[in-house]
């Protein structure tokens, strides 16, 4: 949704062409999620079948220039007044991995953590000398800093997790919590409402 949101937000500012909003949205975002020029054209087809933009005449170089509705306007004012939900749905691979190698008999936790954190660390030295060399003095070095600045805050919140992790599996030794096979044999089919509101 961000792309989507975040290009309409772009063509609210004036008309622009494919090549025009991608370029647009790197200088905002500093180029750290870099689109493609396919994803753009998908993106603002969509966007024409849902009445938010209009598809206006070609240039003289062959641009297509793209041009925001009254729909579309009032679509990035709800965008812009609203707070992001963040989805318990999104799955987490680092948390994945670790809750597995936590109770999977014969694993190494403790390894899994270590390298990791290694890992986290490097990532988070690149992220400050990137934070570092920039200047926010622009307004699209603002817009970058404002973003890298998130990725080290993410960073860091991830070093924390990893110790508390290796915290609470220092209070379970020898894999206490391992798990094997289970005997049962689960229903097909999704499970129900009742099933997932009990893991919740």
């Known amino acids: 949704m961000s792309v989507r949101q975040s290009l309409l937000a772009i063509l609210a500012q004036g008309p622009c062409y494919g090549y025009q909003l991608r370029h647009e949205f790197d200088r905002r ?23 938010l933009v209009e598809r206006g005449a070609a240039d003289l170089q062959g641009h297509v220039y793209w041009e925001i509705t009254d729909a579309g306007s009032f679509e990035v004012d709800r965008w812009l007044a609203s707070p992001v939900a963040r989805s318990q749905a999104i799955r987490d691979e680092l948390a994945i991995k670790l809750a597995v190698a936590a109770t999977l008999p014969g694993a190494d936790a403790t390894r899994v953590i270590e390298t990791q954190r290694a890992a986290s660390e490097e990532h988070l030295g690149e992220l400050t000398t990137a934070r570092e060399s920039r200047e926010d003095d622009s307004p699209q070095g603002l817009a970058r800093s404002l973003v890298v600045d998130s990725m080290i805050f993410t960073a860091e919140a991830e070093l924390r997790w ?37 893991l919740a």
């Open 162 to 198: 990893l110790d508390h992790v290796q915290t609470r599996l220092a209070q379970h030794p020898q894999h206490a919590l391992a798990l094997e096979l289970t005997t049962e044999r689960p229903k097909r089919g999704r499970p129900s409402r009742t099933e997932l509101a009990a």
């Open 29 to 51: 975002t500093g180029s750290v999620w870099p689109l493609n020029v396919g994803q753009i054209y998908n993106t603002l087809e969509r966007l024409e079948r849902d009445g």
